[in-house]
């Protein structure tokens, strides 16, 4: 999926959540009904902030294609308003629940993408092993390959 796209989508999820989050406050509901979209807000806002790293640091290929700088803008744009949200919802639940409780959804967040980094970044290096180890085999198969068509030439001429 492009990061463009990504980006847009994960925003509508960050504000989806937050409004959520603010109708369920308005209504007396508990924390714990609200932990679901709390959760999907920290989620797209992680997938932001991956999303902008992975805009730094592009692969080979799209650095030889060129550089799209409308999409890196677009991230940052996001990122920024992931950030506003962010305060909104910190307010919302300071408000509801006390200046304590932010710090206890922050811990439980950083554990949670923790944790989703753990995977998506062994997930990562098990793609990058297969396709590096497909490579490697495909390469000494040609090597091998050229060296047996140049010993038959080689061979097929003395006769």
């Not at 730094?56 to 308003?81: C, F, H």
Request: glycine content about 4%; proline content about 3%.
């Amino acid at each position: 999926m492009e990061p463009i796209t990504s980006a847009i989508v994960a925003i509508k999820v960050c504000t989806a959540a937050v409004k959520n989050v603010h109708s369920l406050l308005e209504q007396g509901a508990e924390l714990h009904q609200c932990s679901k979209s709390i959760a999907a807000f920290f989620s797209a806002k992680n997938d932001i902030s991956r999303m902008e790293k992975e805009a730094q640091n592009p692969p080979l290929w799209k650095k030889i294609a060129g550089a799209d700088t409308a999409k890196s803008i677009e991230i940052v744009m996001q990122r920024k308003r992931s950030q506003e949200l962010m305060s909104d919802l910190h307010r919302m639940l300071k408000m509801a629940y006390g200046p304590d409780i932010w710090q206890e959804v922050i811990a439980e967040q950083r554990a949670m993408e923790a944790e989703r980094d753990r995977q998506y970044f062994r997930r990562k290096r098990i793609l990058k092993i297969w396709i590096e180890g497909t490579l490697t085999v495909i390469a000494v198969l040609l090597s091998v390959g050229l060296i047996c068509l140049f010993a038959w030439i080689s061979f097929s001429k003395e006769k």
